[in-house]
């Protein structure tokens, strides 16, 4: 038995030395399908060393391997994509619906097909070596592998990166899948264990200097989900996305406005904490979080608090996708109710619970956080009856539309329909609140590449350098509001000076207590975008290729 046992555990260990060699020699990704046909001839060179080796176990151990580097070759290629933990941090941290959104029948079937092909792989390896000497294939595994790593060097561009030990990198990649999965949930039970550490902005004194209570004040924060700034037609799209907003009096259109993360939790954490950087990294500590959700101090000054969730999952539990909902049992402690949508999923079923929610606390001071799937891929939140751009899919982005330009079109067309669903589901949202004091605040939580240099999913962790890691950042105050207190006029005045100025996640925290006056430790002037002092943004951005002004790590 011993005997028996020492082939696969010595091939297996052998596996592991490979694969750990060619992490270390390939830190960077391939680009190519030039790139998968290497990987595939530096597994057979790997083949054929492991089998002169250690014979018929080795070659059973590489199985699962060789499936999951043709298939990591394959959504590179199809979806320009890779298996890090970056982008598995952002699967595991969604819902199981968002996973099951890219589990199609084409993918799962492509897999097996995979399974199939690599066993074929492994039987033409394994059948003409069963009475070849060791010292030939020895040899032969080599000379293979030696050529596969020239190649990493030799191939031109844009076939492939010249980083030294390309050719082996997906061997490195398949090995790390595990260890990225485990790096990923880390990461995500990381940040709730972050906001878990923070102590309560209202555990500190303050004062609010505009309100008594009971003048029937309704503060919205609204958190959407992958909308663009650059696709508004209020930022002069060339597609009226934004037929309401265009025609809303005093809107207070902040152009310039960027996003921390691609991660909605992380995000999420920025706008409605003091944090200025991403809290999934680590950064400079007079970047991160210092006090938790702004909520809290609304609720310790008299509002009434409800918060409004669609899109993010249905369970409560432990596992690796319910990080949004542990983040979002935790941000609304202090809220009166939570809603949370049906199934579908589509925003406007919000409706009639916010209509509920004010009817409820009509009279009262009432602070309302809405988080809905607004953008969200794949892009399915829009009126399919008529839509605004057809023809237009959700499916269709399952389709690659980087080689498929139909599907691009369709892909692009779904994208806008969301805004414009957007744009109406404000709309209605803020109709029952007419001839009362409210303040409205909407800013998504990140954007979202539409074939931006043929990208479609947000796996990009350079995301700064882009244009879609801008959103909107708008302000909608009724007259009520602004004639109800003269400090609300005069921060509403200050908001729409600034207009221009660089900002992002970091100055929601700061503004909504600026224009409230809400005196606390956590508050800084500098940003606050209601206040004189305002300072401009200067983290990442694509106006500086991605980094920040000041030299600070700032994810």
């Known amino acids: ?42 597994v057979a060179a790997l083949l054929l060393l492991t089998h002169a080796l250690l014979r018929l176990w080795a070659l059973v151990l590489w199985v699962p391997f060789l499936v999951l580097i043709l298939f990591s070759a394959y959504i590179r290629h199809y979806y320009n994509l890779t298996l890090d933990p970056y982008l598995l941090s952002q699967i595991i941290g969604a819902s199981p619906q968002d996973v099951e959104q890219w589990a199609t029948a ?3 079937g492509l897999f097996l097909l995979l399974v199939l ?51 082996l990198r997906s061997i490195g990649l398949a090995y790390r899948i595990p260890w990225s999965f485990q790096l990923a949930a880390a990461r995500n039970t990381a940040i709730i264990q972050k906001l878990q550490a923070l102590p309560s902005p209202a555990a500190q004194p303050g004062t609010i200097s505009t309100l008594h209570g009971g003048e029937g004040v309704a503060c919205i924060l609204h958190i959407g989900e992958s909308v663009r700034a650059d696709h508004l037609g209020i930022n002069g799209y060339a597609r009226n996305t934004t037929p309401w907003l265009t025609q809303v ?3 207070v259109n902040f152009r310039d406005c960027t996003a921390i993360s691609t991660l909605t939790t992380n995000s999420m954490l920025t706008i409605l904490t003091d944090a200025r950087g991403n809290m999934e990294r680590e950064i400079s500590p007079q970047l991160d979080a210092t006090t938790g959700c702004v909520m809290d101090l609304f609720a310790a000054h008299g509002f009434t608090c409800y918060g409004f969730f669609t899109g993010k999952g249905r369970d409560r ?90 599907a691009a079109e369709q892909v692009a067309n779904a994208y806008d329909n ?27 939580d990140h954007g979202e590449p539409v074939g931006e240099n043929n990208e479609w999913t947000r796996g990009n962790p350079d995301f700064h350098r882009y244009q879609w890691c801008r ?12 004639a109800l207190h003269p400090h609300f006029r005069q921060a509403m005045e200050q908001l729409r000076q600034h207009t221009d100025t660089p900002c992002a996640h970091e100055n929601i925290f700061h503004t909504l207590l600026g224009i409230f006056g809400i005196s606390t430790p956590y508050y800084r002037a500098e940003l606050d975008l209601g206040s004189p002092a305002l300072q401009p943004y200067r983290g990442p951005h694509p106006s500086r290729n991605g980094q920040s002004a000041d030299g600070l790590k700032w994810e």
């Open 317 to 406: 539990n432990e596992t690796w996708g319910s990080t949004f909902e542990r983040l979002q049992a935790m941000i609304t402690t202090r809220a009166k109710r939570v809603y949370e949508c049906g199934e579908d999923y589509m925003p406007r079923r919000q409706l009639p619970q916010v209509a509920e929610a004010l009817a409820e606390s009509a009279g009262q001071n009432r602070f309302l956080l809405i988080n809905n799937v607004g953008s969200h891929s794949p892009f399915f939140a829009y009126d399919h009856a008529n839509p605004p751009f057809s023809p237009a899919s959700e499916e269709a982005l399952h389709q690659s539309p980087r080689t498929d330009k139909a």
């Open 1 to 42: 038995m011993k005997g028996f046992l020492s082939k696969p555990v010595a091939a297996l260990a052998a596996g592991i030395s490979f694969g750990l060699f060619c992490e270390l020699a390939t830190p960077a990704p391939w680009n190519s399908w030039a790139m998968a046909v290497l990987s595939v001839a530096t």
């Open 471 to 482: 959103v909107p950042l708008l302000v909608i105050a009724s007259p009520e509001f602004e």
């Open 249 to 251: 009096p005093g809107l």
């Open 106 to 108: 084409g993918n799962l």
């Open 418 to 444: 969301t805004l414009v669903y957007t744009d109406a589901y404000i709309r209605d949202l803020l109709e029952p609140l007419k001839g009362t004091p409210y303040i409205y605040i909407y800013i998504s």
């Open 117 to 167: 092909l690599c066993a074929g792989i492994m039987l033409a390896v394994l059948l003409p070596l069963r009475r070849v000497p060791r010292k030939p294939e020895l040899a032969a595994g080599s000379l293979l592998l030696a050529l596969c790593t020239g190649a990493g060097y030799a191939l031109p561009e844009p076939c492939l990166s010249r980083t030294p030990g390309e050719g």
